[in-house]
């Protein structure tokens, strides 16, 4: 069984430039949820996507978008980054429809620094 | 209030006691518990899920859930070095969301 995957690992951006995150999920999983996680706090849900549909969107500007593919891998995408987009960003994959009735498991996480 | 709040930390037990981590929650209507592990630098893990009023023990770990009370907890017993990191209690909300405390900082003193 294959476990969640993110890439890059590490990436440094200019602020107003954008980046594209990636995410494949676990085999068998069709759900993949993305959240954000600054230093020293829990992360924050920015949106999920179910077999290539979001399905759910946090409190997060419209500059935050995403894509599922057929095979449910996913991207973030993030316009016109701010020195507040600096953080960990992670990807979580989970079986079924519906944030919270499913157990989610975490990619390793992109670090994302904005200078 | 906050949605989800975790008894703020760091928290620090001897090796071999038993360390107690509690989180309660505002939405009523929420009706999945999930505890992940976090060390410094890493993505989360997921330890437990609970569903259903009561323990469920798994190892050493526990969760506890008091619906009523709104509260949950994970103890963990003869707690180890390796425990030391960051539990965070996660609740599945009656509008479908996924909602994470801040997190406690453990620290299992050799």
């Known amino acids: 069984e294959t476990g969640v995957t993110q890439s890059p690992t590490h990436l440094i951006k200019t602020r107003g430039q954008q980046v594209t995150l990636r995410c494949s999920s676990q085999s068998g999983h069709n759900t993949v949820s993305w959240y954000q996680q600054a230093l020293g706090q829990g992360p924050q849900f920015i949106f999920q996507y179910y077999r290539e549909e979001e399905n759910g969107r946090g409190n997060f500007p419209p500059r935050f978008s995403g894509l599922q593919f057929p095979n449910y891998s996913s991207e973030l995408n993030v316009n016109a980054l701010e020195l507040d987009d600096s953080a960990l960003y992670l990807c979580?994959?989970?079986?079924?429809?519906?944030?919270?009735?499913?157990?989610?498991?975490f990619g390793p996480g992109t670090r994302l620094t904005v200078t | 209030q906050k949605e989800v709040e975790q008894n703020s930390g760091p928290l620090s037990v001897p090796e071999g006691a038993i360390a107690s981590l509690n989180c309660t929650y505002s939405?009523?209507?929420?009706?999945?518990f999930f505890w992940y592990r976090q060390y410094s630098g890493k993505s989360p893990e997921l330890i437990m899920s609970i569903y259903s009023n009561g323990d469920k023990e798994d190892g050493r770990f526990t969760a506890q859930l008091n619906k009523a009370s709104q509260y949950v907890s994970l103890l963990i017993r003869d707690s180890q070095p390796s425990d030391s990191a960051t539990y965070l209690c996660a609740v599945g909300t009656s509008y479908d969301k996924v909602i994470f405390g801040p997190g406690t900082s453990l620290s299992v003193i050799p």
């Open positions: 979580a994959s989970s079986e079924g429809q519906g944030q919270s009735s499913y157990e989610q498991y």
């Open positions: 939405d009523r209507g929420s009706q999945s």
